[in-house]
């Protein structure tokens, strides 16, 4: 008899500090699956799987490892959504550099702050109103004018700042009060203002800046909880340090929105201005007819100078009917609505049906929807773009769903 033949063991993967999973091995019940150790060194698979279905799927090792030490510092849970860990983008020597950072809500900064064993209680928020309002100004005993701050805002206008105040013993034991003030125009969210131009029927920036997001309905709790973090962050710094209130961050990621939408304006602006033999740019008016050179000579085909213009739209024949009615159908997906409902009050103030309604009727309409969808398209920049230069969504793109909100960035 042949002896049987003997196999080769399996190779094994060498276990390091950042592959070391043995502790998951070991769980005992379903919940513990994405619990963080305390003895655990790095995300176990199960909890790198989780962390990828939560945006951080390209995240580099470095910048995991950073996470990870934040998470575990805290005790705030990313899988519970206690805690983010949101990208970004920045200018370094002229070139693009992603950066992350750590963001929680309200409750988080509490957690950290009484997890520490020295928080005494909270006082505040409060809230105060313009600098000019002499309602606002208080005459003490030593006849110095102070600040009045209240502790429930029920005025139609936001306050103009708040003000939060953390009570809690030091490192050495004192007893003493940190206290933070949030301006309300540092922190809140706006867009620029838009209006019809009668000459064009075009959309025109206003020059003036209207609140978005929840800061028009809720802008009173939105600064309070911004003064709030800032209070738990300087009185625990070494806690809180780099953790940041979502409401803290809005500004920056609409100052984000704004340079990713420059940039491509920019490289469309860069395209249309080159000229290659053979390629027909959008914008470009190409001759089939013979023209003739410099010296006299015809050349066949030759291409015309390319027409000074800053609409994106192809130098053809105006939009029929048929179309704008699709355009209306791209809008309603952009703005997460319908076509019956965007249209809805024009239908009521004109009396025309859609069906009926002529090509100029309908240009009319799409300019009053034009600031609504610009403002809708913060997820698709360059559509933004090509919208705010008088072009249509359909010419970029036929099918109409693609402009769905649906693929905006969460949190």
């Known amino acids: 008899m042949t002896a049987p033949a003997q196999q080769a063991p399996p190779a094994t993967e060498q276990v390091t500090p950042l592959t070391d999973n043995r502790a998951e091995m070991t769980i005992e019940k379903a919940d513990q699956v994405l619990e963080i150790t305390g003895d655990q060194r790095f995300w176990t698979k199960a909890q790198r799987a989780a962390l990828a279905a939560i945006g951080l799927a390209q995240a580099p090792t470095h910048d995991l490892v950073a996470f990870f030490h ?3 510092s805290t005790a705030l849970d990313p899988f519970r959504r206690e805690i983010y860990y949101i990208q970004r983008k920045r200018k370094v020597f002229g070139q693009d550099e992603l950066y992350y950072t750590a963001q929680t809500g309200i409750d988080g900064f509490r957690h950290i702050g009484q997890r520490t064993g020295r928080f005494i209680r909270r006082v505040g928020p409060f809230w105060t109103g313009p600098e000019d309002d002499p309602k606002w100004w208080i005459v003490g005993e030593d006849g110095i004018n102070r600040r009045r701050w209240v502790d429930v805002w029920l005025h139609d206008n936001p306050p103009a700042a708040a003000m939060c105040r953390i009570e809690h013993r030091s490192i050495a034991g004192d007893e003493t009060v940190t206290q933070a003030v949030a301006v309300f125009a540092e922190f809140a969210v706006g867009k620029d203002e838009w209006q019809d131009d009668p000459r064009t029927g075009r959309g025109v920036k206003t020059g003036k ?4 997001g929840q800061w028009p309905t809720m ?8 003064a709030e973090a800032q209070a738990w962050r300087i009185a625990f710094p070494r806690e809180l340090v780099n953790i940041y209130e979502h409401a803290e961050m809005e500004q920056a990621d609409a100052a984000q929105r704004e340079l990713e939408r420059e940039a491509g304006a920019a490289r469309r602006r860069e395209a249309r201005s080159q000229k290659q033999p053979g390629v027909v740019v959008p914008g470009t008016v190409v001759s089939a007819s013979t023209t003739e050179t410099a010296d006299g000579a015809t050349g ?9 213009t800053t609409s994106a739209e192809p130098a053809d024949e105006p939009p029929t009917a048929d179309e704008l009615r699709q355009e209306l159908r791209a809008y309603a997906s952009a703005m997460g609505s319908t076509v019956t409902k965007i249209t809805d009050r024009w239908r009521k103030a004109t009396g025309i049906g859609l069906n009926k309604a002529n090509a100029a009727q309908l240009t009319i309409l799409l300019a009053e929807l034009r600031p609504y969808v610009l403002s809708a398209l913060g997820s698709h920049p360059e559509a933004a773009e090509h919208v705010e230069a008088g072009g249509l969504l359909i010419r970029l793109d036929a099918d109409t769903t693609v402009w769905s909100r649906e693929d905006a960035r969460e949190g």
């Open 219 to 226: 802008g009173a709790h939105m600064i309070g909880k911004v």
């Open 300 to 308: 066949q085909g030759t291409p015309e100078a390319e027409p000074d």
């Open 209 to 212: 800046r209207i609140l978005t």
């Open 70 to 72: 934040i998470c575990k």
